[in-house]
């Protein structure tokens, strides 16, 4: 089971970027960061650039420490005021850091502000920076359609003014995007173009804001988790675990994160571990917000380690504080937590009123990101009680959500590329030709990414009429069947594709074997013959030895049109896999299974 997958719920993860993709953890407890153990005259002594790079890497960490730093430079600045470039770059720390704080409404209104001040002060390139803040400040708020086009606008204005640090953190905002929504080969793509940015941003003349590299490895774990790539997902992880900023609220994050994935590796010690550790790091209290968010994960990881009690107390701490201020969105999330707590409790109707509650809101909220979730938890319920039927019934209605999440993402890509907030101007400003050496690449680098962008949604655009339908409304059986290995792939539930040699059964017999086998077989089963003298069956919801076991159900019905040995293949689904590639294997299975009959006989 995908433990990650209901993330949503506790951390707005894009949104809250800096204080949960970019984190890490350490076998030890930080005490405190390097700000607390470097002695003040030393930390005084540091010129204006270092204390702002230093500001910035606390501000994730202790974010009420970072903020004390933040109004003492510019208390000492109120007769001594700094430079236009250098109040922006302290400007955008706070706008960061207002979002660690929890206070979004501050961080949009220092996001708008800044950029407005950049362009009046000529200093456009900064423009780049508040936009991406905004960004993420939208997302918390859970305004994900112009989080989304402040992102694309941020990537525009990077490439426009040659801004290599502004540029790399956007590409690592839109990969979380493209990760959430499935679209796991653009958010690979846009984690390459990342990586391959990185000594470039790290040598800009007059920096801004360098993400640490440790960032990199934690997003590529999300997507190699979002991928089904488990293993791979805890590698990442790990690689980021002795990076030094690992503290405080960074820490809690990280170790929550490893948590989740050790429990999807089955290693409920590991998960315990960390859930532990967790505890253990000192964070600011005072930003309930946070609290709020830590106690829904820690709901979420002890109801799994089966502690419900636990689970119960802390989720109950987290709707008290979200119910108290309207945030109606995490509330949603927090109730789903409690509904799945419900269920481990046998209180189904407690959890059904919960669960029909948050889903009819979200519809009206047009939550569809959320209502993907939710439909997974019935549909995750429906499994473990064997009742496949209402277990497929959420999964089209999980796949419809999904598809309208993606049609509000492809309409709010396509209103950007036609009426782009900022059209480029190249002539508001030059650069010396020996700055530049990275602009030759950051631009091609990003026309790639664009492109890549455009030709996506024009794709989309061509298929649109046909996403717009639910799998229940689908005709055309080989379309059922795409849709079918689209679910299995996005919900990460297993799929096996059974493949029957018929070669030795009369072809006036086929037709009259493969309704029978239809009658036998589930409704969200599809049975189809190949053109290669085999018959297909696709299996939602099986792994290979349940294909096996329907294959052993079914087994009368075929020795019935046939005198020879049962001749077959299995296949399962892999995030990789199309119809195709898929058949190809079960092909390959069957000259394996074939070629085990006849040693066995010889």
């Given at each position: ?274 859930l532990r550790k967790s505890q253990e790091i000192e964070i600011e209290t005072h930003n309930l917000l946070y609290v709020a968010h830590f106690n829904a994960q820690e709901a979420f990881i002890e109801m ?200 030795h059964i009369r072809t006036v017999d086929l037709g009259l074997m493969q309704t029978k086998i239809q009658k036998s077989l589930r409704e969200q089963d599809h049975i189809w013959r190949l053109d290669t003298g085999k018959m297909a069956i696709i299996l939602p919801f099986a792994t290979e030895n349940g294909a096996k076991k329907v294959l052993e159900q ?49």
């Amino acid at each position: 089971m995908n433990l990650l997958r209901y993330g949503r719920y506790a951390y707005p993860v894009l949104a809250l970027f800096f204080g949960i993709i970019n984190i890490s953890l350490t076998s030890k407890v930080h005490a405190y960061t390097e700000r607390f153990t470097l002695p003040e005259e030393v930390y005084q002594a540091k010129t204006l650039a270092e204390k702002l790079s230093f500001i910035a890497w606390l501000s994730p960490q202790y974010a009420k420490s970072a903020q004390q730093l933040i109004e003492q430079l510019e208390s000492a600045h109120v007769n001594n005021p700094l430079s236009d470039s250098y109040r922006l770059q302290l400007s955008f720390i706070s706008c960061l850091n207002n979002i660690n704080l929890g206070d979004v409404d501050s961080a949009l209104s220092i996001a708008k502000q800044g950029a407005q001040q950049a362009v009046k002060l000529q200093l456009d390139h900064a423009k780049a920076y508040f936009v991406e803040c905004e960004a993420r400040a939208l997302q918390q708020k859970g305004q994900s359609l112009l989080s989304h086009f402040a992102n694309e606008e941020a990537i525009q204005l990077a490439q426009q003014y040659d801004q290599p640090q502004a540029l790399l953190l956007a590409l690592m905002t839109k990969a979380i995007r493209d990760s959430d929504l499935g679209h796991f080969t653009q958010a690979a793509e846009g984690m390459r173009l990342a990586t391959a940015l990185y000594p470039t941003a790290k040598a800009q003349p007059s920096s801004w804001f360098l993400a640490p590299k440790s960032y990199l490895n934690l997003i590529t774990s999300n997507l190699m988790y979002s991928s089904g790539n488990t293993a791979s997902a805890f590698e990442y992880a790990k690689k980021a675990e002795d990076d030094s900023q690992s503290n405080g609220t960074v820490g809690v994050m990280i170790a929550h994160f490893l948590a989740r994935i050790s429990l999807t590796l089955g290693d409920l010690e590991a998960a315990e571990q960390y859930l532990r550790k967790s505890q253990e790091i000192e964070i600011e209290t005072h930003n309930l917000l946070y609290v709020a968010h830590f106690n829904a994960q820690e709901a979420f990881i002890e109801m799994h380690l089966g502690h419900l009690d636990k689970a119960l107390q802390a989720i109950t701490k987290s709707i008290n504080h979200f119910s108290s201020i309207d945030e109606n969105t995490n509330l949603m999330r927090a109730n789903r937590t409690l509904a799945m707590i419900y269920f481990k409790q046998n209180k189904q109707d407690q959890a059904f009123a919960l669960m029909n509650s948050i889903i009819t809101k979200a519809n009206l909220e047009r939550q569809y990101h959320d209502l993907v979730d939710f439909h997974q938890v019935l549909s995750d319920f429906y499994v473990q009680n064997n009742n496949y039927e209402q277990a497929f019934r959420q999964q089209t209605l999980k796949f419809d959500a999904s598809q309208k999440a993606h049609e509000m993402m492809a309409d709010a890509q396509l209103a950007f590329f036609n009426a782009s907030r900022s059209a480029p101007n190249t002539n508001q400003h030059s650069v010396e030709k020996d700055t530049l050496s990275y602009k030759a690449q950051n631009i091609a680098l990003l026309s790639v990414g664009v492109l890549a962008l455009l030709a996506s949604y024009m794709v989309f655009i061509n298929r649109k009429p046909k996403l717009e339908s639910t799998i229940a409304d689908m005709t055309d059986p080989m379309m059922q069947i795409e849709a079918a290995l689209t679910q299995a792939k996005y919900s990460q539930y297993p799929l096996t594709l059974l493949l029957l040699n018929t070669r030795h059964i009369r072809t006036v017999d086929l037709g009259l074997m493969q309704t029978k086998i239809q009658k036998s077989l589930r409704e969200q089963d599809h049975i189809w013959r190949l053109d290669t003298g085999k018959m297909a069956i696709i299996l939602p919801f099986a792994t290979e030895n349940g294909a096996k076991k329907v294959l052993e159900q079914l087994s009368d019905i075929i020795k019935s049109y046939q005198n020879t040995p049962l001749n077959f293949g299995v296949a399962t689904l892999q995030q990789p896999d199309n119809l195709q590639s898929l058949v190809k294997r079960a092909e390959l299975n069957i000259l394996t299974h074939y070629q085990k009959q006849k040693n066995r006989s010889s």
